[in-house]
T-cell receptor
Framework: GNSVTQMEGPVTLSEEAFLTINCTYT??????LFWYVQYPGEGLQLLLK?????DKGSNKGFEATYRKETTSFHLEKGSVQVSDSAVYFC????????????FGAGTQVVVTP | KAGVTQTPRYLIKTRGQQVTLSCSPI?????VSWYQQTPGQGLQFLFE???????NKGNFPGRFSGRQFSNSRSEMNVSTLELGDSALYLC???????????????FGPGTRLTVL
C-alpha cells in the first residue's frame, strides 16, 4: 500500500533560517504529491503540489521537487518567518486510490524571533 | 467562491450516543472525502464520495458511515460513540480531472468531536 514518511519534529528555527523537511514515499501507480500546512485551530491548507516526476511545486517561498528516483518530495524555504510556525504534512494520492490522501505524521515547525 | 464548510464546529457527546456531521463542498466540486485527525494516529482517511457513490473506504469500523446527496453535500455518522472517537473530523472537496493528474483537495475547518 501507499505510505508517506516525514521527519519528526518539532523543528525549531530562528527567523531567516533555512528550513528543510524531509519526505519520502512508497506508492503504487503514479502518485501526485502535496504539502499541506495546518495552523493552530484550523483545517489544512494546500501549500504546493507536484503531479509528475521532476515537477517543482512552489508557493509563498516554499519549494519541493518530485524525485521519482529517490521517492522523495522534500520541502524547503530559504528564509523562514515567525508566521511560518505551523504543522506541515506531506501527502500523496495515486491512480489506485483516487480521492484518498495518504498523509505523513506531520512536522511541527516553530520559528522564533 | 466560498470554501468548504463544516457544521457544527464543536460537539460534545457521551459514550453510546450517535452523531452526524455535515460538510458542504466548494461549489462545483463533486468529490468529498472525510478524514479523522487525532494526536496519536494523525490524519486517517475515512471514506470518499463522488456523485453520491462511495468510491474509497478507509480502515474504520462499520460504526462510521457516510453519504452524499445530489447537491454534493455530505454527511458522516458515527454510531455508538466510544471515547477513542474524540477527534477533529475534516472534510475535503475536489474536482476530478482526467489522466494521471489529480486536483488538490480543499479542506474545511473541521468539526471537533469530544466524547465523554
Amino acid at each position: 500500500g501507499n505510505s508517506v514518511t516525514q521527519m519528526e519534529g518539532p523543528v525549531t528555527l530562528s527567523e531567516e533560517a533555512f528550513l528543510t523537511i524531509n519526505c519520502t514515499y512508497t506508492a503504487t501507480g503514479y502518485p501526485s504529491l502535496f504539502w499541506y500546512v495546518q495552523y493552530p485551530g484550523e483545517g489544512l491548507q494546500l501549500l504546493l503540489k507536484a503531479t509528475k516526476a521532476d515537477d517543482k511545486g512552489s508557493n509563498k517561498g516554499f519549494e519541493a521537487t518530485y524525485r521519482k528516483e529517490t521517492t522523495s518530495f522534500h520541502l524547503e524555504k530559504g528564509s523562514v518567518q515567525v508566521s511560518d510556525s505551523a504543522v506541515y504534512f506531506c501527502a500523496l494520492t495515486s491512480t489506485d486510490s483516487w480521492g484518498k490522501l495518504q498523509f505523513g505524521a506531520g512536522t511541527q515547525v516553530v520559528v522564533t524571533p | 467562491k466560498a470554501g468548504v464548510t463544516q457544521t457544527p464546529r464543536y460537539l460534545i457527546k457521551t459514550r453510546g450516543q450517535q452523531v452526524t456531521l455535515s460538510c458542504s463542498p466548494i461549489s462545483g466540486h463533486r468529490s468529498v472525502s472525510w478524514y479523522q485527525q487525532t494526536p496519536g494516529q494523525g490524519l486517517q482517511f475515512l471514506f470518499e464520495y463522488f456523485s453520491e457513490t462511495q468510491r474509497n473506504k478507509g480502515n474504520f469500523p462499520g460504526r462510521f458511515s457516510g453519504r452524499q446527496f445530489s447537491n454534493s453535500r455530505s454527511e458522516m455518522n458515527v454510531s455508538t460513540l466510544e471515547l477513542g472517537d474524540s477527534a477533529l473530523y475534516l472534510c475535503a472537496s475536489s474536482t476530478p480531472i482526467s489522466g494521471n493528474t489529480y486536483n488538490e483537495q480543499f479542506f474545511g475547518p473541521g468539526t471537533r468531536l469530544t466524547v465523554l
